[in-house]
């Protein structure tokens, strides 16, 4: 299985972080490539894109001030798969990244991904309290996976509620 890029620079208005790459994203190279995730989907019913984006356009979120990465960049069946050492040395990598590239928000695509980075066991959806880096935002929205039970509706509303505060700063 192949890693996928990573798509950032420096001051991006969100980087979307998921937990690692599944199968089909390794296979095709493209973040949140199943057929049944609803990442892309929700970016454009939220009014994040302009447009519905396809898998292999992931990239062209950079034109749109969003990036994209893991917090572990091993593909893996599913995030059951990842050992905590993955977790530990993807935790201090990621916590580089958002030094580094300073984006205004940075979004966990998934309750437990946000567990892992902030090693916290209690974790609600939305702005979170305290931050890793300063001068960036923390925010957990649920997984886009089609595995996820979260009614589609529910994610929406976190999705729009994410374009609000990015609104609120421009």
């Known amino acids: 299985m192949e890693k996928i890029n990573d798509?950032?620079?420096k001051d991006l208005k969100i980087i979307f972080?998921?937990?690692?790459?599944?199968?089909k994203s390794s296979e095709t190279g493209y973040h949140y490539a199943h057929?049944?995730?609803r990442f892309y989907k929700l970016l454009y019913e939220a009014g994040l894109t302009p447009r519905l984006y396809k898998?292999?356009?992931d990239h062209k979120?950079?034109?749109?001030?969003?990036?994209?990465?893991n917090i572990v960049s091993r593909p893996t069946k599913s995030a059951d798969k990842i050992r905590e050492e993955e977790y530990e040395r993807g935790r201090k990598e990621l916590l580089?990244?958002?030094?580094?590239?300073?984006?205004?928000?940075?979004c966990f695509t998934g309750i437990g991904v946000y567990k892992?980075?902030?090693n916290k066991s209690n974790v609600d959806r939305g702005l979170q309290d305290k931050t890793h880096v300063e001068g960036v935002k923390e925010f957990v929205?649920?997984?886009?996976?089609?595995?996820?039970r979260t009614p589609y509706e529910k994610q929406l509303e976190m999705y729009k509620k994410l374009k609000k505060l990015i609104k609120l700063s421009d």
């Open 35 to 37: 057929p049944t995730n």
């Open 96 to 106: 580089k990244k958002l030094k580094k590239y300073k984006p205004e928000i940075a």
């Open 17 to 23: 972080i998921g937990f690692n790459p599944g199968i």
């Open 116 to 118: 892992k980075f902030a």
């Open 7 to 9: 798509y950032l620079k």
């Open 61 to 69: 979120l950079l034109e749109l001030g969003y990036g994209l990465t």
């Open 141 to 148: 929205i649920s997984s886009p996976s089609g595995l996820n």
């Open 55 to 57: 898998p292999a356009e």
